[in-house]
C-alpha cells in the first residue's frame, strides 16, 4: 500500500512547536485529531475540534498523567495489520479504530537533566507512553506515520504520506527512541549510579554536517554531537571562510583544548599544526604572546591553526593576518578584528564564547579493529612536586618547568618542551624514542634563533618537560647540551638513580610529578 489517505491521527506533543499548524492543516483535508492534555489545550485553544485520548480508550488519563495512551485502543489502532483479516476481525470485534498518523515528541528528558533539576523531576521526565507509540507506529510503517520531528509536518499537512515517507518517519524515529534511551541510561549509570564504565555504554549522537572528506580525500566523513550541555569546538560559531575540513576540527579541537589550561591565565595564544602545538606563549598582551608563539617556529605555523584565551583585538588579528592560517579560535572578537578577518576569505573564525573547562570529566573513545577502547580524559592537574636533584629549582624554572609541564600534556608521545620566560623554546613532538624528540626540539629551537636573529637559543636557560619518564640518562644529557636548567618530568624509571645522577653532575634542578602525559 503506497499512498494512505489519513482519517485519524494522534497527536501528542512536548514542544508544542509547528502543532497548531499542522493541526489545521490535517482538519481541513477532514483528519479526525485525537490529543492528550497540554497538547489538546493548544489544539483547541486555536478553535480545532479535538477528541480526548480518554474518549478514545473509555478510560480517563489517571496518575499525574503517566497513564494515557498505554491502552489496546490505542495500541491496536497503530499495530493492526490493515490487510490482516484476523486483525481487522479483533478491531471490529473490540471497536479498535484504525490510527494512520502518530506526531509525538518526548518528555524533556535530557533538558531537564542539563539543568540541574533534582532526581525526582528527572524520573518524572522518563517518557513511557511516548515512546511506547512512537515503536508501534514505527513498526506498522507500510500503514501508518509517525512524526517525531516538527521539521517533518509539512511533509504530511496534504493528509496523505508515500510508502517512502513512512519508511523514513519510521527510520527516524527508532533513532529518536534510541537516543531517549541512551541518555536515560547514562544519566543513570554515570550520574545516578557513578558507575566508571557500565557494563553496555550507551552513545548517541546526532548527525550535524558532512565534511567535504576525511583525514585523506578518498575517506568520507561527518560531524556528530551529543544531544545537549556540550560545549567546546564542535559547537562553536564559524563567522567566516569555508566549511571546516575533518582535518581543520581535529586541529582546532587540539588548539582549543591546550589553551583552555590557561583559561584563568594571562594572555596566551597557542600555533598547532597537525594536532601538535609548534608554539605556545604567554604574555602581557595578545599581540605580544602571538609574536612569541609564532617565533618558536615560523616555519611550521604557516598553514596552522590558532587559539587564544582571550577576545581578539585588532592589533592581535593584524599580526596573525601577516602569515596564511587555516582557522583561529577565540572566546569572542572585537568588530575590529572581526574586520581585518573579514579580508582574509580563506581564514576561518570560530568563536567559542567560555573555554571549556580542561579539568572537566568524561570519556574519551578510540575506534580499534573489532572493538572500541574508552579511557577516562586527562585531567590530571600538578599537585605536589619532589624535588629530587641536589639543587632545587628557582622560582622562575619552577614556572617554566609548570609551563612545558602544561604544552608537554598536549604533545604527541614522544614529547619534549623547552620553555623560557612563559614561551615554548622548542617542542619535539611523536617520535619512537625520547632522545630524539629531545634533539630535535633543540634543533628546532636553533633555527627559530636563525631565523629571529637572535644571539643564542630560547633552550639556553630553559627549563625541559619530558611527558613520559627518562629511560635513559642521554635524552637529558641531549637536554643539557641544549642549554636547559630545569627538568620536569613523571620519575619511576628503574634508572632514575642514574638519571639523576647525570642531572646533579651537570647542576641541573629536577622536579617530578608522579604523573605522564602519553597522547599518541
Not at 146 to 156: C, G, R, S
Not at 268 to 277: D, G, L, Q, R, S
Not at 459 to 484: C, H, N, R, W, Y
Request: aromatic share 6%.
Amino acid at each position: 500500500m503506497d499512498q494512505v489517505s489519513i482519517k485519524r491521527a494522534l497527536l501528542s506533543v512536548s514542544d508544542k512547536t509547528g502543532i497548531v499548524e499542522l493541526g489545521q492543516a490535517l482538519a481541513a483535508h477532514g483528519v479526525e485529531l485525537v490529543s492528550t492534555g497540554g497538547t489538546a489545550k493548544a489544539l483547541r485553544d486555536a478553535g480545532l475540534e479535538v477528541r480526548d485520548i480518554s474518549d478514545l480508550t473509555g478510560f480517563p488519563e489517571m496518575m499525574d498523567g503517566r497513564v494515557k495512551t498505554l491502552h489496546p485502543k490505542v495500541h491496536g489502532g497503530l499495530l493492526a495489520v490493515r490487510g490482516n483479516s484476523e486483525h481487522v476481525a479483533s478491531m471490529e470485534e473490540h471497536a479498535i479504530g484504525a490510527i494512520d498518523l502518530v506526531v509525538v515528541n518526548l518528555y524533556p528528558f535530557a533538558q531537564t537533566v542539563a539543568r540541574g533539576a533534582a532526581r525526582d523531576e528527572i524520573i518524572e521526565n522518563i517518557d513511557i507512553g511516548g515512546p511506547s507509540m512512537v515503536r508501534s507506529a514505527a513498526k506498522n510503517h507500510e500503514s501508518v506515520a509517525i512524526l517525531t520531528d516538527p521539521a517533518d509536518y509539512p511533509l504530511v499537512q496534504d493528509g496523505s504520506t508515500t510508502l517512502e515517507q513512512r519508511r523514513k518517519f519510521a527510520a527516524k524515529a527508532y533513532a529518536a527512541t534510541a537516543a531517549y534511551d541512551a541518555a536515560i541510561a547514562s544519566w543513570f549509570a554515570f550520574a545516578d549510579q557513578g558507575e566508571r564504565f557500565p557494563q553496555t555504554l550507551p552513545v548517541a549522537l546526532t548527525k550535524g554536517p558532512e565534511l567535504r572528506y576525511g583525514e585523506n580525500p578518498h575517506q568520507s566523513a561527518a560531524l556528530y554531537l551529543p544531544q545537549t550541555g556540550a560545549r567546546g569546538i564542535a559547537q562553536a560559531e564559524q563567522l567566516q571562510g569555508k566549511a571546516l575540513s575533518y582535518n581543520n576540527y581535529n586541529d582546532a579541537d587540539a588548539a582549543l583544548e591546550l589553551v583552555s589550561e590557561f583559561k584563568d591565565g594571562p594572555p596566551t595564544v597557542v600555533i598547532v599544526k597537525h594536532a601538535n602545538p609548534c608554539g605556545v606563549a604567554t604574555a602581557a598582551t595578545l599581540k605580544d604572546a602571538y609574536l612569541q608563539a609564532l617565533a618558536c617556529d615560523s616555519v611550521s605555523a604557516f598553514g596552522g591553526i590558532i587559539a587564544v584565551n582571550r577576545t581578539l583585538d585588532r592589533e592581535t588579528a593584524e599580526a596573525m593576518a601577516g602569515i596564511f592560517t587555516e582557522v583561529v579560535v577565540a572566546p569572542d572578537a572585537d568588530a575590529d578584528a572581526r574586520a581585518v578577518f573579514a579580508a582574509k576569505k580563506n581564514l576561518r573564525l570560530l568563536i567559542t564564547g567560555d573555554l571549556p573547562d580542561p579539568a572537566r570529566p568524561g570519556l574519551m573513545l578510540k575506534s580499534i579493529a573489532g572493538g572500541m577502547l574508552v579511557q577516562s580524559r586527562d585531567n590530571g592537574r600538578l599537585e605536589d612536586l619532589k624535588v629530587v636533584t641536589q639543587r632545587a629549582p628557582t622560582e622562575q624554572e619552577l614556572a617554566d618547568c609548570r609551563f612545558a609541564w602544561t604544552v608537554a600534556k598536549h604533545v604527541k608521545s614522544n614529547a619534549i618542551v623547552y620553555a623560557k620566560g612563559g614561551s615554548t623554546a622548542g617542542i619535539g613532538a611523536g617520535q619512537m624514542n625520547r632522545l630524539e624528540s629531545a634533539r630535535i626540539a633543540a634543533w628546532k629551537a636553533k633555527d627559530a634563533a636563525e631565523k629571529a636573529g637572535w644571539a643564542q637559543p630560547r633552550t639556553i636557560g630553559s627549563a625541559v618537560a619530558s611527558d613520559a619518564f627518562f629511560p635513559f640518562a642521554d635524552g637529558l644529557l641531549a637536554a643539557v647540551e641544549a642549554g636547559a636548567t630545569a627538568v620536569i618530568q613523571p620519575g619511576g624509571s628503574i634508572r632514575d638513580d642514574e638519571v639523576i645522577a647525570a642531572a646533579d653532575e651537570a647542576d641541573l634542578a629536577m622536579v617530578v610529578t608522579g604523573m605522564r602525559h602519553f597522547r599518541h
